[in-house]
T-cell receptor
Framework: ELKVEQNPLFLSMQEGKNYTIYCNYSTTSDRLYWYRQDPGKSLESLFVLLSNGAVKQEGRLMASLDTKARLSTLHITAAVHDLSATYFCAVDPGSQGNLIFGKGTKLSVKP | DAGVTQSPTHLIKTRGQHVTLRCSPISGHKSVSWYQQVLGQGPQFIFQYYEKEERGRGNFPDRFSARQFPNYSSELNVNALLLGDSALYLC??????????????FGPGTRLTVL
């Protein structure tokens, strides 16, 4: 059974600190997606990683993909309160658009 | 440009009833996928349609069905509702079948409550 595991599931951090969210998956997938979800809202696309070694950055967030290790990371630099949300990673093992999501990491950034 | 739209926003049904949820994709997008998100969990894939044909189905019972219309909008139907069907139902659209790594853009969702 394909599994997508995120850790931590809950993360409370102070403003200005750095932290990394990890996403491990159990089958081959050349593409990995990161989404953000605010409470009661839908999913917002953050990054699409399409190849081994891919790295993308947007503001204080940077995502990377290691397909050999079946691992993606989402690194947060100098966190601010506005980054508080739940972050999901998802893989597309059949390259058919049937995304398999992790359980999400609920991030809370406190002053 | 308008994003993915879904209707209704909220819905309350009782066990055993039937429900139809609707989705309009981003203009020009031909692929629509449906996901179920139970509170506190990640979305779970239900169906994918491309060019009006079913191209993928997740591990959901036959009570769940869907279709895509010539204008690429889509409906998700759920029969004989159970309490466990209470969830946020998300529709996502993408330009193609996502084989090329197309991003799926999600709609605001329909919150279904089954009493």
């Amino acid at each position: 059974e394909l599994k997508v595991e995120q850790n931590p599931l809950f993360l409370s951090m102070q403003e200005g600190k750095n932290y990394t969210i990890y996403c491990n998956y159990s089958t081959t997938s050349d593409r990995l997606y990161w989404y953000r979800q605010d409470p009661g809202k839908s999913l917002e696309s953050l990054f699409v990683l399409l190849s081994n070694g891919a790295v993308k950055q947007e503001g204080r967030l940077m995502a990377s993909l290691d397909t050999k290790a079946r691992l993606s990371t989402l690194h947060i630099t100098a966190a601010v309160h506005d980054l508080s949300a739940t972050y999901f990673c998802a893989v597309d093992p059949g390259s058919q658009g049937n995304l398999i999501f992790g359980k999400g990491t609920k991030l809370s950034v406190k002053p | 440009d308008a994003g993915v739209t879904q209707s209704p926003t909220h819905l309350i049904k009782t066990r055993g009833q039937h429900v139809t949820l609707r989705c309009s994709p981003i203009s020009g997008h031909k692929s629509v996928s449906w996901y179920q998100q139970v509170l506190g969990q990640g979305p779970q894939f239900i169906f994918q349609y491309y060019e009006k044909e079913e191209r993928g189905r997740g591990n959901f019972p036959d009570r769940f069905s869907a279709r895509q219309f010539p204008n690429y909008s889509s409906e998700l139907n759920v029969n004989a509702l159970l309490l466990g069907d209470s969830a946020l139902y998300l529709c996502a659209s993408s330009l193609y079948l996502a084989g090329g790594g197309d991003t799926q853009y999600f709609g605001p969702g329909t919150r279904l409550t089954v009493l």
